[in-house]
């Protein structure tokens, strides 16, 4: 099946530093990526879409300058948390878009803790 | 109302038994289904994906959509401690659109 990475899986910053997460598909390409927050105990939030060679598109309620996303390829997209704050804290989770674009493959995800 | 409703759980069933696990929707828009399992601190792996109304069985899992009732359906056969996870329905109206989830059942297989 598609396999889906992210580095780092975890990372612990002090507040006000910056953070990037890399999301990458190994065995395929991906035009579209998916960006995800996730809180203890709940289902999955998107953040936004990643589209390849084009500017990502942002859920309401979402800072797009907070939250930088870069698709320079099709197989990486990442997520930058600038300025980093406590309630940054969170399970950060990707998922690719196949070509076919029939089903979404989730990386392992990425727990941020801001100290 | 959200637009996806699935009983968070948790689920508690002992080894071998047969679990079902439910979702209902509101949006009549949606056309493909799936099915993803969520181990702790883990990301979702896909499971099941089917589109429109039917049945499509792989291995212990068999998934079942009902359109005319909005409601969706993962059977899990013989089942394990290894399943135990949270299941996560998702659903969208195009390919290649996002995903609306559903807020996921904890399951618990008791050896």
């Known amino acids: 099946g598609a396999v889906v990475s992210q580095h780092p899986s975890w990372v612990i910053c002090k507040s006000g530093t910056s953070v990037k997460i890399e999301c990458r598909s190994l065995?395929?390409?991906?035009?579209?990526m998916f960006w995800y927050r996730q809180f203890p105990k709940q289902s999955l939030m998107l953040m936004a879409t990643s589209n390849e060679g084009s500017k990502a598109t942002y859920e309401q309620g979402v800072e797009k300058d907070k939250f930088l996303i870069n698709h320079a390829s099709l197989t990486l997209s990442t997520l930058t948390v600038t300025s980093a704050h406590p309630e940054d804290s969170s399970f950060y989770i990707c998922s690719a878009l196949t070509l076919s674009q029939e089903t979404q493959y989730f990386g392992p995800g990425t727990r941020l803790l801001v100290l | 109302q959200k637009e996806v409703e699935q009983d968070p759980g948790p689920l508690s069933v002992p080894e071998g038994a047969i679990v079902s696990l439910n979702c209902t929707y509101s949006n009549s828009a949606f056309q493909y289904f799936m099915w993803y399992r969520q181990y702790s601190r883990k990301g979702p792996e896909l499971l099941m994906y089917t589109y429109s109304s039917g049945n499509k069985e792989d291995g212990r899992f068999t998934a079942q959509v009902d359109k005319s009732s909005k409601y969706i359906s993962l059977f899990i056969r013989d089942s394990q401690p290894s399943d135990s996870a949270t299941y996560l329905c998702a659903m969208s109206g195009n390919a290649g659109n996002m995903l609306t989830f559903g807020g996921g059942t904890r399951l618990m297989v008791k050896p």
């Open positions: 065995d395929f390409q991906a035009t579209t």
